[in-house]
């Protein structure tokens, strides 16, 4: 643990945790634990060992009860100036990369690579084996489950550029008043095939 940094109480480092100078962690949050790997073999569901270790930056901050998993065999990676709000989830094998910002409930699946300078909106998610580019902005409630190859504002389930997201939007909300103008078609073209 690097100078200057302060856990506050209930603060659980697991062995092997690089944390760097300046860094502020709030109560709660758990730093190393064992990564999610599992395989299935036949009918039983088998423990993969997690030997590798967290390594976090400087000037990195954690809000209360957030979690970072130790990588299966190397390291789980917080670049300096990171910032994330509490309830935030790092699965194994990640690396977030620098001066990037997460707000609460946010969580990345495993082997996932965040660009730098990246915001992500709370209760957003983020897939499994994908690669953000730096400077990419994620809304509140979006999932990110493809590679976003551009720099840019996403948003949504399944995360698009804002703009197409929020014309889609705008199509969602017209959808009722577009049913009834097609049931209403129907019923004049059943009418005039029945008078031909």
């Known amino acids: 643990v690097g100078q200057g940094t302060v856990l506050h109480p209930n603060v659980v480092l ?23 790997g599992f ?16 390594r976090i930056g400087n000037h990195v901050e954690f809000g209360a009860l957030c979690t970072v998993d ?21 699965a194994h094998n990640c690396e977030i990369g620098q001066n990037t910002m997460f ?22 998610g983020v897939a499994d ?15 990110v489950i493809t590679q976003l190859k551009e720099p840019g504002t996403y948003a949504g389930f399944p995360a698009i550029p804002v703009n197409e997201w929020k014309r889609n939007l705008v199509y969602v909300r017209r959808i009722k008043s577009m049913d009834e103008t097609i049931k209403a078609l129907e019923k004049r073209l059943a009418k ?5």
């Open 39 to 54: 395989s299935v073999s036949g009918e039983e569901i088998c423990k993969i060992p997690q030997t590798g270790i967290v």
């Open 192 to 196: 005039l095939e029945a008078k031909s």
């Open 103 to 124: 707000s609460a409930q946010v969580g990345i699946a495993g082997s996932t690579s965040i660009g730098e300078w990246t915001l992500i909106g709370g209760q957003s």
């Open 70 to 90: 130790r990588a299966a065999n190397q390291e789980t990676v917080v670049h300096d100036f990171c910032k994330f709000d509490d309830h935030v989830h790092i």
């Open 14 to 36: 697991y062995f092997g945790t690089i944390i760097g100078h300046s860094c502020l962690i709030h109560a709660g949050s758990v730093i190393g634990a064992d990564g999610f």
């Open 129 to 143: 084996h994908l690669k953000l580019p730096p400077r990419v902005r994620v809304g509140s409630k979006s999932g």
